[in-house]
């Protein structure tokens, strides 16, 4: 079946250099989840822009429902706009100071014109409910709200056009995890409910676990190893993946964010060899010459010249 949202060979630079190499990702058609797991610049919101066309590519392709994504032009990238929306993380100015709940929700309707003026109030108080916040918000402006609150508001919105597809950027790191768990619900009952595709961003193993039937696992801009979440949780083979689950015995658990893991930090550059050898316990002379290449072993995806190891070893 042709995914909803197919991903090939993405690079995206800044000022010339190269932070994302070549990455492949495909979400099928909803209710499906996929994860893009890794470390604070791994690329993963940049990756998410360039898919949404708020950032520009400097190779590959993006198709979304069998159209290409980067020619789109005029009304037929309006009509992408509607179809796949983002949300970020709270705090990263989602939301506009001056403008009331109300405002904020119903914009996307006077924008792209789907909603006449008359039924608007009423469109707004649906989507209010929709994501449980109370009809009396409508009034507020965003500082009159909690972070949770916030994050609802910004998920309204993007549900206001019934887009099919919704990227996820580390909607719930900014929360705490009573508000966190009530976020991860209501994506939860959102997909059921709207049959909704999404790609969620996140750092954190148990929230992918959870919502998310197949990962990405990024680092530096390069795909580590990409599969169903099962097998990956299960079983990890790249080095990364292992380091990433080893940190997280109790899967199903919020927990705090993973960047204390491993050692050093995720810089950006040309990649020769492989990107995570400056962090690899098993990295031996050929990984720093020869970059592995994404092959499929035992049911997924993974790039790593020692991979066989880690099956041999039984983990
Ligand atoms: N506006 C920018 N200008 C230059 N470099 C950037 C910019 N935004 C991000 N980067 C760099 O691109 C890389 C990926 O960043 P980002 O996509 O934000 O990662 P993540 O979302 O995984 O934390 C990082 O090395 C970051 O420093
Ligand atoms: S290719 Fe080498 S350095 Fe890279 S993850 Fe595998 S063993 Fe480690
Ligand atoms: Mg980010």
């Known amino acids: 079946?042709?995914?909803?949202?197919?991903?090939?060979?993405?690079?995206?630079?800044?000022?010339?250099?190269?932070?994302?190499?070549?990455?492949?990702?495909?979400?099928?058609?909803?209710?499906?989840?996929?994860?893009?797991?890794?470390?604070?610049?791994?690329?993963?919101?940049?990756?998410?822009?360039?898919?949404?066309?708020?950032?520009?590519?400097?190779?590959?392709?993006?198709?979304?429902?069998?159209?290409?994504?980067?020619?789109?032009?005029?009304?037929?990238?309006?009509?992408?706009?509607?179809?796949?929306?983002?949300?970020?993380?709270?705090g990263d100015g989602a939301l506009d100071p001056r403008m009331s709940v109300y405002s904020t929700v119903a914009e996307p309707f006077a924008v792209h014109r789907t909603v006449p003026r008359s039924e608007r109030r009423a469109r707004v108080a649906l989507l209010l409910d929709e994501v449980g916040l109370p009809a009396d918000v409508s009034t507020r402006y965003p500082h009159q709200l909690s972070g949770g609150q916030r994050q609802r508001v910004v998920i309204a919105r993007a549900l206001a056009l019934e887009p099919?597809?919704?990227?996820?950027?580390?909607?719930?790191?900014?929360?705490?995890?009573?508000?966190?768990?009530?976020?991860?619900?209501?994506?939860?009952?959102?997909?059921?409910?709207?049959?909704?595709?999404?790609?969620?961003?996140?750092?954190?193993?148990?929230?992918?676990?959870?919502?998310?039937?197949?990962s990405v696992v990024l680092y530096r801009g390069v795909v580590m190893e990409r599969g169903s979440t099962v097998t990956l949780l299960s079983r990890p083979l790249h080095p990364y993946t292992r380091a990433l689950r080893a940190a997280v015995p109790e899967i199903g658990v919020t927990r705090p964010p993973l960047t204390h893991v491993a050692t050093g930090a995720s810089t950006p550059g040309a990649p020769t060899g492989c990107v995570y050898a400056d962090r690899c316990p098993l990295a031996v002379e050929i990984c720093r010459t020869e970059t592995p290449a994404l092959r499929e072993l035992d049911g997924r995806d993974v790039a790593c010249h020692r991979a066989e190891e880690a099956t041999a070893a039984g983990s």
Do not use: W
């Open 164 to 214: 099919r597809l919704l990227v996820l950027d580390e909607p719930t790191s900014a929360l705490d995890v009573t508000v966190q768990e009530r976020v991860l619900r209501l994506i939860e009952r959102l997909r059921a409910e709207r049959g909704l595709a999404y790609l969620l961003i996140s750092h954190n193993l148990a929230v992918v676990d959870r919502l998310c039937e197949s």
């Open 1 to 90: 079946m042709t995914p909803l949202l197919s991903v090939r060979d993405l690079r995206i630079a800044y000022s010339g250099s190269d932070v994302v190499h070549g990455v492949d990702v495909d979400v099928p058609d909803g209710p499906y989840g996929v994860g893009l797991i890794g470390e604070s610049g791994s690329g993963k919101t940049t990756i998410a822009r360039a898919l949404l066309r708020l950032h520009p590519v400097s190779g590959g392709s993006v198709s979304f429902d069998g159209q290409d994504v980067l020619g789109l032009r005029g009304a037929a990238l309006s009509e992408y706009r509607r179809s796949a929306q983002i949300v970020f993380q709270d």
